[in-house]
Structures are given as C-alpha cells and as structure tokens.
C-alpha cells in the first residue's frame, strides 16, 4: 500500500467517524416508549416532536363511556395531559381545580389547557371493551386486544438522530 492511498483511508475513515459522531450528539426528536413493566420489554416505540400529542382512548369500566385522555412531552421527554374529554362526568371524571378550563365539544365535556405534568406513569391495561388504545398520527394500537390486564409503563425520552435513523431501518 502507497503512502498516498494510506493517507486517503485515513481521511475517509476520518469522515465516517466525524459523520456518527456528528449523528450522535445531534437531536433527533423523541420517543414515546410503552413498555411492559413485569418484563421491561418495549411493545410500542413512537417518534414525537416536542408538543406533538398522543392519546389514550378507552371505555370507562363504570359507565362505558367514551373517555380521551391527550398528552404530550417537551423537548426533554417529560410527560403532560394536555387535555381530558368524555361525556359526562362520572366515576372519578371531573374537574380539578387550578388545572385547565372545562368547555363542551360537541356532546362531550372537556378540560382543556391542562399542560399538568405527569412524567412516566403505569396503567394497567384494560379487557377488550374497555379498549385502552393509543391514537398517534391517526393510527390506532389497541393495547387491549393483546396485552389485557398487563401493566405497561409510558416513558419519554430526548433520542441522537443517530439513534433516530437506526430506529428507522
């Protein structure tokens, strides 16, 4: 090997590395783990941006009725409810003071404006019926139809965008 060719690796090889490190210590958005707490095995990874939301949806085991509970996460990865709709108040629904405004949306009532931060945080998993589903960027992924009565814990986390493009394969 020429000396030349030798110095031309080494300025190639120089430039990948520089790329990944580059890659790595970039933001590369965020990601919502829902991950099953028993078995610390992720069964659901979205990308967010900050503010974006993600819903849970489900059927009040009282009084099956429609419950929507959104959520976001800032450019750290903490977790906010942003806002809680439903029809009525019922068992464990309502107001909590100094925490968002109610207003009607429809049929439903909801508390808007909440942006209360609620970190990581576990549910346990409903029957099929209760129907415990995420909503993301108009996909749906019931939890209930696969991982009833499983507790499951909702965690946020800042990613590289070189861990974003590894994520993406």
Known sequence: MTRSSSIIIFC????????ILIAWLTPGGL???VT?????????????????????????SVENAPIWEEHSMDKKGN?????ERYEKFG????????VGRMVKKG?????VD????????????????VDHTIIWRNKRFNLSATLAHKAVKFSGRPV??????WRSK
């Not at 190639?12 to 790329?19: D, E, F």
């Not at 977790?79 to 806002?83: C, D, T």
């Not at 909440?114 to 019926?129: C, K, T, Y």
């Open 12 to 19: 190639v090889l120089g430039l990948v590395l520089s790329l």
């Open 31 to 33: 990601e919502l783990q």
């Open 36 to 60: 099953l707490v028993k078995e610390k095995k992720p069964v659901l990874v979205l990308p967010l941006k900050p503010g974006e939301r993600f819903t849970i949806h489900y059927y009040h």
């Open 79 to 83: 977790i906010y409810i942003e806002e």
């Open 91 to 98: 068992a464990g629904m309502g107001k909590m003071p100094g």
């Open 107 to 111: 049929i439903y009532e909801a508390i």
């Open 114 to 129: 909440m942006h209360m931060p609620v970190g990581d945080f576990i549910l346990r998993v409903g029957s099929p019926g």
């Open 160 to 165: 590289s965008m070189l861990h974003k493009i």
